[in-house]
Every structure is written in structure tokens, then in C-alpha cells.
């Protein structure tokens, strides 16, 4: 893999932390508010992004193993 690309990929992983990160804050304020309809739905998207971010780790580390 080229370095540009492995580049770009830790940074959109950087950034998707970032994001779940925001999401579950979010998500722990709204518990807090008892607001449980939005709390629902930021866990529910920081839980999809976690996911993908975890496929992308796997993806940069099977691409450098070649």
C-alpha cells in the first residue's frame, strides 16, 4: 500500500474515533436528560461507526502485511 493511502486511512480512522467518541458523550448527556429516544439513537450510531472503524483497522493491517 502506498503511503498516501495508508495515510488517508489512518486519518479517516482517527477521525471516526473522534466521532464515536462525540456520539457516546452525546449519547451519556442525553441518559443524563433522560432524553432515551436520542439516546438511543447516538449509541445506535456511534455502535455502526465503531464497527466500520474496526473494519478499516483491519483493512490498514492486512494491507501493510503485504
Do not use: G, P
Request: net charge negative; aromatic share 8%; charged share 30%.
Amino acid at each position: 500500500m502506498k503511503s498516501e493511502t495508508r495515510n488517508v486511512l489512518f486519518q479517516a480512522y482517527a477521525q471516526l474515533q473522534k466521532i464515536i467518541d462525540e456520539l457516546y458523550l452525546a449519547h451519556d448527556r442525553a441518559i443524563a436528560n433522560n432524553d432515551f429516544d436520542d439516546a438511543s439513537l447516538l449509541a445506535s450510531r456511534a455502535d455502526i461507526l465503531y464497527e466500520e472503524a474496526e473494519n478499516l483497522e483491519i483493512v490498514i493491517s492486512e494491507q501493510e502485511q503485504r
